[in-house]
């Protein structure tokens, strides 16, 4: 079946450490997105990518960073910079130029800091 | 900047009740509006509306969408336990490739 993977499902991060999440799809989808979901705020959006090797940030980039070396996948690293990282992360995908193509989501990372 | 609002932000009724969920929008040459139900995990894709006053529909749930006044509902008719998530609506801005999210309505069905 095709779809995202997040992984893992759940994560420590210790103060002045990077950590590195995972988003892997085949879904053969170009775009790929990540968001960070804190309660009550909905869905925020760190970085997004278009093409391989080519990214863009969102709202909220500071103290993240991305690659995207392979289609199929679209790793984000939580730095030590990042000084609240406690959240639900979420990875999305769809076609680009997606008219009527909706986004489909992983079914994301809960980080907490140690 | 690109916003979309979300009304109530939390919601509980009775199971078999009717439910409106809002979403207001201010948004640089709209392009869609779209709902999403996140029950524990993944969001998972309700509608996509990109024209006025035509009324999206599945099952008891319906949606539709304002450009005018800029907002969209979400209904919800003889609601069940199941329909207990959260709401999320976004905007896609012609041209910008990715979406705007609200806060999203927590939506709590009791029995």
């Known amino acids: 079946d095709g779809g995202i993977t997040q992984s893992p499902k759940y994560l420590f991060r210790k103060e002045g450490q990077n950590v590195t999440l995972s988003c892997e799809q085949n879904?053969?989808?170009?775009?790929m997105y990540w968001y960070r979901q804190d309660p009550g705020q909905g869905l925020r959006l760190i970085y997004y990518s278009q093409i391989v090797n080519d990214f863009q940030k969102g709202d909220i980039a500071e103290g993240y960073s991305v690659s995207r070396e392979k289609k199929e996948s679209f790793p984000l690293t939580v730095t030590s910079a990042q000084k609240n990282p406690t959240a639900f992360y979420l990875c999305a995908s769809t076609r680009t130029g997606w008219v009527g193509q909706p986004q489909h989501f992983g079914d994301g990372t809960r980080l907490s800091i140690l | 900047e690109d916003k979309v609002v979300q009304s109530p932000l939390s919601l509980v009724v009775h199971e078999g009740d009717t439910v409106t969920l809002n979403c207001s929008y201010e948004?640089?040459?709209?392009?869609?509006l779209l709902w999403y139900k996140q029950e524990k995990k993944a969001p998972t894709f309700l509608f996509m509306l990109t024209s006025s006053g035509i009324e999206k529909k599945s099952g008891r749930l319906s949606s539709i969408l304002d450009k005018k006044e800029l907002f969209s509902i979400l209904n919800i008719t003889a609601t069940q336990t199941g329909d207990s998530a959260v709401y999320l609506c976004?905007?896609?801005?012609?041209?910008?490739?990715?979406?705007?999210f609200g806060q999203g309505t927590r939506l709590t069905i009791n029995p």
């Open positions: 948004v640089t040459n709209f392009r869609s």
């Open positions: 879904l053969n989808h170009d775009a």
């Open positions: 976004a905007v896609e801005a012609e041209g910008a490739q990715k979406l705007v």
